[in-house]
């Protein structure tokens, strides 16, 4: 079989998996955070916790919640890293240092598993599986429960209550993330990935050199940081590795972990405001771009210009020959989409397009499908701008599932949609500007070199974690840099969506008319998707030039 007959089986089969769990597993979240009833473990955590889970929240608690539990989370997953050495099974591994701890903290808690060091012979099992990878669940369980909240902003009127955060938070955990998790991880464990607290083992290459593998509980942190569109690693090479990703079925088993929840989630929004159309028309916006994306990083990949590439038949540098070009672009094109980070190959070595293409794919806010519930609220936030756009044109009050858009909610919209942008390019510009963070660049004077720093920077502040790996991100410069970026450009985003929700639930609903937009429709879907392209491209499109444009033409 082809590659390309190969990876069309592959797009088409993970579609009709996604389809297959669309109803059943989007009906269920939306029965999760609808319920009154606690399970006897909840009560127990909430009693734990102090909580009293029939009690409710304005979104100014709401918020204040999501910020203090991450805050806890980074000071214990930071501490964690520094007393590495005295823990058990650290391997014998030091403790991290405190400019990459910070680092590694911020990432994780951020959502972002951004890694500035290699995972393997840097932190010990402990760590891995005590602290990276309970973040990888708690910290999806925030972005699902601030969806959760801005879902209810529209669907409820006249209040000022969103849910209670330690309630969406214990129920994202225990009733969606856990159940997939353990079943998940099972599935990976049949498939070959690794499962154990093994140190490292001593083996002979084929070319009689000695090399160490360490062993470890791959499979429970692989399984939750693609269900949790996390990204971070066990081993360095990420799901290139073949313990992390032993074949083609689980890498395509991978892709479906990473995209099952985001597009999921858009069912959940549509039960919840009563209106299945409206969660259809999101993930149409969504499915369209994600299809584009793909199948715009398969084609610059597969069609890569130069000697090298024709002689292979494709742009094989940097890719594992057991998954080929389409396999690798729809991992990179699924994982950028996605807020995932996760990589089968190394993106700096697609070809300029290919590698711009996965640029400008996070550049989108992350919302194609995007995170565990970020993608949702982002989308559901350029879909508040799409209206505002829309309503201008036609000179009318704009209004979205029932509630008006005033000068409250498009200021509250337009300080998200600048936020993000304002991270990533003042930050590059800074990295450029000084000497010290250039000499971390390989391509030091040379497009591919900018486009490593806009690379860096973007991740992070969307919250990818992937990355250019010409990049020596392991200095004080970039671990302080980026730490901020992934902290600010989760964090800031987040408490703005409350505030939007909270605007929302204190409106009445005004009555749809003759003149009211329909967003369940073709129409709407499309101006969307302009909007998310458009608003985009206007704001990077001048970085975009001097890096992998300039580089590819």
């Known amino acids: 079989m082809s590659d390309t007959a190969a990876g069309l089986l592959q797009v088409g089969l993970l579609v009709a998996l996604l389809a297959a769990v669309y109803v059943p597993l989007g009906g269920y979240m939306a029965r999760v955070y609808t319920s009154e009833k606690d399970s006897r473990v909840e009560r127990g955590t909430y009693k734990l916790l ?12 709401y918020a204040r919640s999501v910020l203090a539990f991450s805050f ?45 060091y290699s995972p393997e012979v840097t932190m010990g099992h402990l760590v891995q599986f005590a602290g990276l990878a309970v973040q990888n669940f708690v910290s999806a369980a925030v972005g699902i429960a601030v969806a959760v909240a801005l879902i209810r902003g529209f669907a409820r009127t006249k209040t000022d209550r969103l849910g209670n955060f330690w309630v969406d938070l214990t129920r994202t955990v225990l009733r969606i993330l856990l159940p997939i998790a353990v079943v998940g991880g099972l599935v990976l464990v049949a498939m070959g990935v690794v499962q154990n ?65 985001p597009v999921a989630l ?58 080929g070009v389409w396999a690798s672009a729809l991992f990179a094109s699924s994982t950028t989409g996605t807020s995932t980070g996760a990589v089968n190959s190394a993106h700096d070595s697609f070809t300029p397009l290919g590698g711009g293409t996965a640029l400008f794919h996070m550049m989108l806010g992350e919302v194609t499908p995007g995170g565990t519930g970020s993608g949702l609220y982002g989308m559901l936030v350029l879909a508040v701008l799409a209206v505002f756009v829309a309503g201008l044109m036609v000179g009318r009050t704009p209004e979205y599932l029932r509630k008006k858009i005033t000068a409250r909610e498009m200021k509250l919209v337009s300080l998200y949609i600048l936020t993000t942008p304002s991270l990533v390019l003042v930050g590059a510009a800074v990295a450029m500007g ?34 250019f790996g010409g990049l020596s991100a392991n200095t004080p410069f970039y671990n302080t840099a980026l730490g901020l970026v992934l902290l600010l ?56 030039t001097l890096g992998p444009l300039a580089e590819g033409l």
């Open 197 to 261: 607290l093994s140190g490292a083992h001593e083996v002979t290459s084929v070319v009689g050199q000695t090399q160490s593998i360490p062993g470890g509980p791959v499979a429970s942190q692989e399984v939750i940081k693609e269900l949790g569109t996390n990204g971070g690693g066990f081993y360095n090479a990420n799901s290139g590795h073949p313990f992390e990703n032993p074949n083609g079925l689980s890498n395509l088993f991978e892709i479906f972990l990473l995209l099952v929840i």
């Open 50 to 61: 102090g909580v009293d889970s029939k009690a409710e929240q304005t979104w100014g608690v």
């Open 434 to 467: 000084l000497a010290t963070a250039r000499a971390s660049i390989f391509n030091t004077d040379s497009p591919h070199g900018f486009s490593e720093v806009l690379y860096a920077f973007t991740s992070a502040g969307n919250n990818n974690g992937s990355a």
């Open 489 to 544: 450009g989760r964090f800031v985003p987040m408490i703005l969506v409350l505030a939007l929700a909270g605007s929302f639930a204190r409106q009445q609903p005004v009555p749809v008319n003759e003149g009211t937009l329909p967003t369940h429709k073709a129409l709407f879907v499309t101006m969307l998707v302009g909007v998310v392209v458009i608003v985009t491209g206007l704001t990077y499109f001048p970085a975009l």
């Open 72 to 116: 806890v989370g980074l000071i214990l997953l930071y501490v964690l890293q520094r007393v590495q050495s005295h823990l058990p099974l650290s391997l014998g591994l030091p403790n991290v240092e405190q400019g990459l701890a910070f680092n590694t903290a911020a990432s994780f808690v951020a959502n972002t598993n951004w890694q500035s």
């Open 266 to 323: 858009t069912r959940t929004f549509g039960l919840m405001v009563k209106d299945k159309r409206q969660g259809y028309a999101i993930l149409g916006v969504m499915a369209t771009l994600w299809v584009a994306f793909t199948f715009a990083a398969t084609l610059f990949e597969s069609q890569g210009e130069g000697t090298a590439t024709q002689a292979a038949g494709a742009a094989m540098e940097g890719k594992e020959t057991r998954f």
